[in-house]
């Protein structure tokens, strides 16, 4: 498996366990995600975007990653053109890390959408600001290593069938959700959290490092 991690715009903390989902891998990074790379020590081998944010007073091995300049006015977006540039080197599994927050929502629900059809054409996606996660859920059953008393969504983008969550405060068996039902937010962790789905698209979010209320 060729991981890579894609550095994008959107916000991002530091965490042990972000730490270990990065190592080892390849990074590229989507215009200001640069700024990433210096909060995670790292050094990516390509700089993706049309380079109209670029964080300030990088250092000098940051500002020499080779890049690939894009006009401004273009037809997708910089995280998208990082993301491609990855599987033209032969990624199978994708980290994309900043993919929540930051300024645009728009953009934010476009990597949502982008990892469920990167998901769909068999290449493994993380999505994380750090504090939250996201993976895409499709046919079949999943398990997953969050603690007891994680907090933890599906968010469906489609109707949901055969929707099975065990390992949960509250567990469903064999449900069916309709698009837009919140019967699936906001559920926790207890044991090991399985989610089995029938048909439909869905998305796992969880937060594994709760930030502190505001």
Same mark, same amino acid.
């Given at each position: 498996?060729?991981?890579?991690?894609?550095?994008?715009?959107?916000?991002?903390?530091?965490?042990?366990?972000?730490?270990?989902?990065?190592?080892?891998?390849?990074?590229?990074?989507?215009?200001?995600?640069?700024?990433?790379?210096?909060?995670?020590?790292?050094?990516?081998?390509?700089?993706?975007?049309?380079?109209?944010? =670029?964080?300030?007073?990088l250092?000098?091995?940051?500002?020499s990653?080779?890049?690939? !300049?894009?006009p401004?006015?273009?037809? +997708? !977006?910089?995280?998208? /053109?990082a993301?491609?540039a990855?599987?033209?080197?032969?990624?199978?599994?994708? =980290?994309?890390?900043?993919?929540f927050?930051?300024?645009?929502?728009?953009?934010?629900?476009?990597?949502?959408?982008?990892?469920?059809?990167?998901?769909?054409?068999g290449?493994?996606?993380? /999505?994380?600001?750090?504090? +939250?996660?996201? =993976?895409?859920?499709?046919?079949?059953?999943?398990?997953?290593?969050?603690?007891?008393g994680?907090?933890?969504?599906?968010?469906?983008?489609?109707?949901?069938?055969?929707?099975?969550?065990?390992?949960?405060k509250? %567990?469903?068996?064999? =449900?069916?959700?309709?698009?837009?039902?919140s019967? !699936?937010?906001?559920?926790?962790?207890?044991?090991?959290?399985?989610?089995?789905?029938?048909?439909?698209?869905a998305?796992?979010l969880?937060? %594994?490092?709760?930030?502190?209320?505001?």
């Open positions: 498996m060729s991981t890579f991690t894609i550095l994008l715009g959107g916000d991002l903390i530091r965490t042990p366990r972000l730490d270990r989902q990065v190592e080892g891998s390849r990074v590229i990074a989507a215009d200001a995600g640069i700024g990433h790379a210096r909060l995670l020590g790292l050094v990516p081998e390509l700089w993706v975007g049309d380079f109209d944010s =670029v964080p300030a007073n250092p000098d091995d940051l500002a990653v080779p890049r690939r !300049t894009f401004a006015e273009k037809d +997708q !977006t910089d995280g998208e /053109l993301i491609a990855a599987l033209e080197r032969g990624a199978t599994s994708l =980290v994309l890390a900043g993919a927050g930051g300024k645009r929502a728009d953009h934010a629900f476009l990597h949502l959408a982008l990892a469920l059809r990167l998901a769909e054409a290449t493994e996606v993380l /999505l994380t600001s750090g504090a +939250q996660e996201g =993976v895409p859920l499709l046919h079949g059953t999943a398990g997953f290593d969050y603690a007891d994680t907090l933890f969504s599906v968010l469906g983008f489609s109707e949901l069938a055969g929707l099975t969550v065990s390992g949960a509250w %567990p469903l068996n064999n =449900v069916e959700v309709a698009f837009g039902s019967l !699936t937010i906001s559920n926790e962790v207890k044991g090991r959290l399985e989610i089995a789905l029938g048909h439909g698209r998305m796992l969880a937060h %594994p490092y709760p930030l502190p209320e505001s």
